[in-house]
């Protein structure tokens, strides 16, 4: 057997990587994606010939592997190479074309030069029953270029275009990996012949895909499909798809640190289990999905409201509260930002508060109690003390990543001190509609913003109503000083028309939100349990839709690579402020589906 890999393309999309080098000479991680192809056809011991098409810097290519590589794997196959002279004016159908005499001597593996991928997928290639096998993988979000239909015996029927794409077919979708095996028999008898023709007739500048798409028509074709879904791959056409690759293929801490560094995205990585990012997975329901689609291209093509009518939703989305004392924002990262922009003073917070407030808040000094010396709870009596001493007092409730909680009695409590005092309130409660029904309360009330002037409250749409995407975050005052200093400074459209139209509907489904807020206390009081049946693992109440962890016995980053290896991503708090060194992991609350699966792979290494 031989292979045939494509390499004649100039790789344009990936600007400086390929500037100098054709895409198979990319480095990845130290290696070569020609070097990772020889690796992966040496590996199956049967493939004795590979074949290179060469164009752009083709010279490069031959240097490499005859005189400036290291690797030993190279020597242990035979490589020979074909030239296409006229790279930039064909495309990849003529370097087919020009490898022909050569394809037509040996059942081949024909595949493309910007591919990365397990090596496992050669393996099952050349094991698969089927004499003519396209490689393939269920359609997903990130894939681009041509896909196929396959029936329920694995033929292939037929090969779809870009331009012919339907998305409503998205479901019986597969993507082609651009890695194929073909019998030299079919090679003779049904692809060469169809190869000349299409030339022929419609020149040297498509792509052999085309051929196959009129080979698939055929009742005796004969071509399968082989579905490597499970197999990491993916194809390097620019450099966002450089980026996940490195993300896919790195390992240990590498990989790690190129998911943290990433702050999300992780939509691109279709199977990976998110423990890490806090979002409401019950909600929306699939109806406001529904709505919101009907609505995309108005919503995709039409200019946002301003701060008027933005408020004026989330005042409706927030018990009414009146739209004069609101302001919303692009998510609660916004809003903290330019509130740090201008308060000034000595402001009391934890040490393991959500980042944002200790990395926004430049004017202020920074007074940071650490709730680790009260096992992660909040001490009310503690906080009033200290009002005296302090300008802002500043309170996630629950807080983040500890789910330490505050009652209203307390909280208002510390409202009533610091207003006699003439001090300012911050409290997020962004994470409260999570806590136990029986102990669920708001400030976003007008009774409450209109009694305490000198109270701030901020809320995260994006995490409590599972929206993240859109970004919305809302903040309360009845300060009107502080509250027009923030909309100075925000944008006049900082909220797209997703963001608005959401703020719009939402309060339609406002049953199934409170549901779905209660589906998460109970899951939450399951997965503590569950939790705590394993050794070595120490679990803190919260009333949040997380938990923070204690790892008696482990090491939380070495923790955290094993469960990324098997797609579950946590947050590792080893380097966070109040968690320097220390085995601390925080856990999302997910379904129960998926809680299982974490709660598997934890007993596997905790236990």
């Not at 400036?68 to 087919?96: A, R």
């Not at 890695?179 to 792509?207: C, D, H, R």
């Not at 529904?290 to 408020?311: A, H, R, W």
């Not at 934890?602 to 236990?607: A, P, S, V, W």
């Amino acid at each position: 057997m031989q292979a045939i890999m494509l390499a004649a393309g100039m790789g344009k999309r990936l600007g400086k990587y390929t500037k100098g080098n054709t895409k198979c000479m990319l480095e990845i991680f130290d290696k070569t994606l020609l070097e990772r192809t020889i690796e992966a056809l040496v590996s199956v011991k049967c493939i004795d010939k590979f074949i290179i098409v060469l164009g752009y810097k083709g010279e490069n290519v031959k240097n490499f592997l005859l005189r400036e590589c290291k690797n030993p794997i190279i020597k242990k196959i035979k490589i020979e190479f074909v030239e296409n002279p006229i790279y930039d004016k064909t495309n990849n159908i003529y370097s087919l074309y020009l490898a022909k005499d050569l394809l037509m001597e040996d059942d081949t593996i024909l595949l493309e030069s910007d591919l990365i991928y397990d090596y496992s997928l050669i393996k099952r290639l050349i094991k698969s029953k089927y004499d003519n096998v396209v490689s393939v993988a269920k359609y997903q979000q990130w894939m681009d270029g041509t896909v196929i239909k396959i029936d329920k015996d694995d033929n292939v029927i037929e090969f779809i275009e870009k331009k012919d794409f339907n998305y409503n077919e998205v479901e019986n979708y597969y993507k082609t990996v651009n890695i194929y095996k073909f019998s030299k028999v079919f090679i003779n008898q049904v692809f060469i012949p169809f190869l000349n023709s299409y030339i022929k007739a419609y020149g040297e500048n498509e792509y052999y895909e085309l051929v196959l798409k009129i080979i698939a028509h055929l009742s005796r074709s004969n071509l399968k499909a082989l579905d490597v879904s499970d197999i990491p791959w993916y194809e390097i056409d620019d450099i966002q798809d450089l980026d996940i690759a490195k993300c896919i293929f790195s390992t240990g801490k590498d990989k790690l640190a190129c998911f943290q560094k990433r702050y999300g995205g992780y939509w691109r990585f279709e199977n990976l289990l998110d423990y890490c990012y806090l979002v409401n997975p019950y909600f929306p329901p699939k109806e406001m999905f529904d709505k919101i689609n009907m609505f995309s291209e108005k919503l995709l093509t039409q200019y946002p409201s301003g701060q008027y009518v933005e408020c004026i939703n989330a005042s409706r989305l927030l018990n009414d509260v009146d739209e004069k004392y609101l302001c919303v924002g692009n998510g609660a990262a916004e809003l903290i930002k330019e509130l740090g922009r201008i308060l000034k003073g000595k402001m009391y917070l934890p040490k393991t508060s959500f980042n944002e407030y200790i990395r926004c808040f430049e004017n202020c000094e920074l007074n940071l109690y650490d709730l680790k010396v009260n096992d992660f709870k909040y001490n009310c009596s503690g906080i009033i003390k200290e009002i005296e001493n302090n300008d802002i007092i500043c309170l996630v409730n629950p807080d983040n990543p500890s789910g330490a909680f505050i009652n209203k009695k307390d909280i208002l409590k510390i409202l009533q001190k610091s207003k006699k005092l003439n001090k300012l309130v911050i409290f997020d409660e962004s994470f409260i509609d999570f806590a136990d029904e029986k102990d669920r309360y708001t400030l976003f009330d007008n009774k409450i913003l209109e009694e305490y002037n000198n109270l701030i409250v901020i809320k995260s749409i994006s995490k409590s109503y599972g929206v993240p995407g859109v970004r919305l975050g809302v903040l309360g005052t009845s300060n009107e000083a502080i509250l027009q200093k923030i909309k100075q400074f925000i944008s006049i459209w900082n909220i797209n028309s997703y963001g608005e139209y959401f703020l719009q509907i939402a309060n339609l489904y406002k049953k199934t939100y409170i549901n779905s807020c209660n589906k998460i206390s109970e899951e939450r009081n399951n997965f503590i349990k569950k939790l705590n049946t394993i050794k070595g693992i120490k679990v803190y109440p919260s009333q949040a839709n997380f938990l923070l962890c204690y790892l008696e016995n482990y090491d939380s980053t070495e923790l955290a690579i094993k469960l990324l290896n098997e797609n579950i991503f946590i947050k590792d708090l080893k380097t966070k402020n109040s968690f320097k060194g220390l085995n601390y992991i925080r856990l999302a609350i997910r379904t129960n589906e998926d809680n299982e699966k974490l709660i598997y792979a934890l007993k596997k290494y905790l236990d």
